[in-house]
């Protein structure tokens, strides 16, 4: 009920990541269902069932990050939200975290499967009823026990997540010394420089073995000779692909996610590097500062969209069918969702320093053209990275 209370009450930036979070699920949901009508539909194609399953794993772990990250920006999960006086307090917060999230992803399970029963042509006198028969398998039962079990997978695995990262820690710093006292004749001390996240030197080893892997797969043709089938259940250069080809792929993209934040930081170095004015100072400090924070879901954003660019140089999105540009669209739906929800914690973060900044006479027109700056360097440096990891996707296939 407090969940609900909260939901009706928020702002329509927060309702507006909900229902974002809402249509994923919803997605994901339907993809599910999809999985499950073919496997029905095709009793003895045991594989390609498997592998429609399996594949679902993609948009649902983008759903995932996207529920963390909105659960994150909640503004009613803050310990400082005024929740403590009614004794929510932060051991509490997970649990609030999780139903919020479960009852938008319940909400968008139980929309995907109405829409699912309309396509099959279950639920008559409705437009467009029974569209998609042949896809879904139309006149075939389809087990309930699975059906269910199958939509509360995307609410769960969100409803988990956002627990999980919602949870309290330990916020015990050890006494700090007595600062000396200063003397006028010392040098002036500067910040120390904040530390580098540790994911670039591993995530550029993970894109290594995954352009080696994906290489030596896509020239072995004695071992592509003898697969059945391909491990993407689509048409054309991309049904044919083997399992060391999308091993690759994978490790390419969990290269890229894990070497994001790393770049982000090296983008704030440089950026602050040398004698800087005060627009490079603020806008290079910031994203070292939150290099942590939106690193992996621009990493995921990039790799999302490598992707792509990938797919439509080997085949075209035309053989990706419905179902894979749903697909598609949720990944890439929820990965600007999630950069978008990122960077609106950054601002809600950097809030008090920006006021601290408006009282000392800093114009607005300054600090609107450090944001500026930030995303022009980002752009900038994640586009040639981008198509650089889209034209290493697609050349073992394409060879």
């Known amino acids: 009920m407090l969940a609900l209370r909260l939901a009706r009450g928020a702002d329509p930036l927060a309702l507006c990541r909900r229902l974002l979070l809402t249509c994923a699920a919803g997605g994901v949901g339907f993809l599910l269902l999809s999985a499950l009508a073919y496997a029905v539909d095709h009793p003895g194609e045991g594989r390609p069932a498997v592998l429609r399953l399996a594949w679902c794993a993609v948009p649902l772990a983008a759903t995932v990050q996207l529920a963390v990250a909105v659960a994150r920006a909640d503004p009613a999960a ?13 051991a509490r917060l ?12 319940t909400l968008g399970s139980g929309l995907a499967l ?5 396509l099959r042509g279950d639920l008559a006198g409705l437009p467009f009823g029974g569209a998609a028969a042949g896809t879904l398998a139309a006149g075939r039962p389809l ?8 939509l509360s997978v995307a609410p769960a695995s969100a409803a988990a997540a956002s627990a999980l990262v919602m949870r309290p820690r330990s916020t015990a710093v050890p006494p700090r010394p007595a600062p000396p006292v200063a003397d006028p004749s010392d040098p002036p001390r500067h910040d120390p420089p904040v530390p580098a996240p540790p994911g670039l030197p591993w995530g550029t080893a993970l894109i290594t ?36 080809v999308v091993g690759g792929w994978l490790l390419i993209a969990a290269g890229i996610v894990l070497a994001a934040p790393g770049l982000v930081h090296l983008c704030g170095l440089l950026l602050a ?11 290079g400090r910031a994203l070292q500062e939150e290099s942590c924070r939106i690193g992996r879901p621009v990493g995921a954003l990039v790799a999302a969209s490598a992707a792509l660019l990938a797919a439509r140089e080997l085949d075209g999105l035309r ?11 949720v990944v890439l739906a929820c990965a600007l969702g999630t950069v978008a929800t990122v960077a609106d ?5 950097r809030r008090t320093a920006t006021a601290a900044l408006v009282r000392l006479g800093a114009p607005r027109m300054l600090l609107r053209g450090a944001v500026v700056l930030r995303a022009t360097v980002l752009i900038s440096v994640l586009t040639p990275v981008t198509w650089l990891a889209a034209y290493l996707i697609a050349l073992p296939a394409g060879a």
């Open 273 to 283: 590097g040398g004698r800087p004015g005060v627009v490079r100072l603020l806008a």
């Open 209 to 244: 073995g995954g352009i080696a892997l994906s290489a030596y797969a896509g020239t072995d043709a004695p071992a592509a000779a003898q697969e059945p089938a391909g491990w993407l259940p689509l048409p054309g250069a991309l049904g044919g692909v083997t399992a060391g």
């Open 319 to 329: 053989e990706f069918g419905p179902l894979g540009a749903l697909g598609t669209g």
């Open 78 to 90: 803050r310990p400082a939200s005024g929740l403590d006086m009614a004794g929510m307090g932060p």
């Open 94 to 105: 997970p649990v609030l975290a999780a139903m919020s999230t479960a009852l938008a992803g």
């Open 143 to 150: 087990p309930l026990g699975a059906a269910l079990t199958l």
């Open 345 to 349: 914690e950054g601002r809600a973060a």
């Open 114 to 118: 109405l829409l699912f029963l309309h």
